[in-house]
Each structure stands twice: as structure tokens, then as C-alpha cells.
């Protein structure tokens, strides 16, 4: 016999447990200025869309989260990288930046990287979470 699941006992479970880094996602405003002393681009104006609790999850952090929640819940994905956020946050847009501000394991190897959203986020009858598909744009150095 299968036990139904509420819902909301699940989403507050992993909001608690599994979004334990600060993140923030920024838009581009407009174009990056050209430094005419050196030739190089400088930094393009974004906005902060969010900034708050989310984790970033490769394929092997997506086989952990569901040891978390006692059974299987995100489906296999072609992008590597997840970013789950609470269900208030907003949903991101194609190409916005994803950077880890702060990360609860004192070794998180997702400081200093930045990904970009590949999609909106997914969407689901029965949502726990927001899932956003990333691409890694950087790595540590």
C-alpha cells in the first residue's frame, strides 16, 4: 500500500534541509562598456531578480537531496546543474546569472563558479520547490 504525500510537509522538509545557501540571480540591463585604455569589456548593469535561500545540485547532489526526502523526486536532466529555490521566488528568465553567495558547507565547491539558466523554470501540477536548469559559465579558479 503507498502512503500519499502532503505536500506542504514536504516542501517545508526541504526548504529547511536542502536550501541552505544564499544565492542571488541578475538580469542583464543593458551592454557591457568597452575601456577604450585597455580594449576590454567591463562589467554589463544587471538587476538582482533574487536573493535568498536555494542550493545548487549537480546529478550526484540530485541522488542526495532525494536520500533527504526518502524517495525519488527530480527526473533525470540533460543540463548537469539544478538550482532549486522556494516557490516565492521568482522565476528566472533565459540567460540570467546564477552565483552561490554564500554556502552553509564550510568546502562547497560552488564558490566562485557562475551558471546561467538554460529555461524557465519547470513546472509541475504538484510543486516543492522551484527547479530552474543551469549551465555552468565558470569555474573555480
Known amino acids: 500500500m503507498t502512503t500519499g504525500i502532503d505536500p506542504d510537509e514536504v ?16 538580469r542583464p540591463t543593458g551592454s557591457a562598456p568597452l575601456d577604450p585604455e585597455t580594449g576590454l569589456l567591463g562589467s554589463a548593469p544587471v538587476d538582482v531578480v533574487y536573493q535568498g535561500p536555494g542550493a545548487v545540485l549537480s546529478g ?12 525519488q523526486w527530480l527526473d533525470d ?20 546569472r546564477l552565483e552561490v553567495l554564500a554556502a552553509r558547507a564550510e568546502n562547497s565547491a560552488t564558490l566562485g563558479r557562475a551558471w546561467q539558466v538554460l529555461d524557465p523554470s ?6 516543492l520547490v522551484r527547479v530552474t536548469r543551469l549551465d555552468e559559465i565558470t569555474a573555480p579558479s
Not at 550526484?60 to 524517495?71: C, K, P, S
Open 60 to 71: 550526484h547532489g540530485q541522488v542526495t537531496a532525494e536520500g533527504i526526502v526518502g524517495r
Open 77 to 96: 536532466t540533460v543540463s548537469w546543474y539544478r538550482l532549486l529555490t522556494p516557490l516565492g521566488a521568482p522565476v528566472p528568465a533565459r540567460y540570467d
Open 11 to 26: 516542501r517545508a522538509h526541504l526548504e529547511t534541509k536542502l536550501l541552505v545557501d544564499t544565492v542571488r540571480i541578475t
Open 122 to 127: 519547470e513546472a509541475s501540477t504538484v510543486e
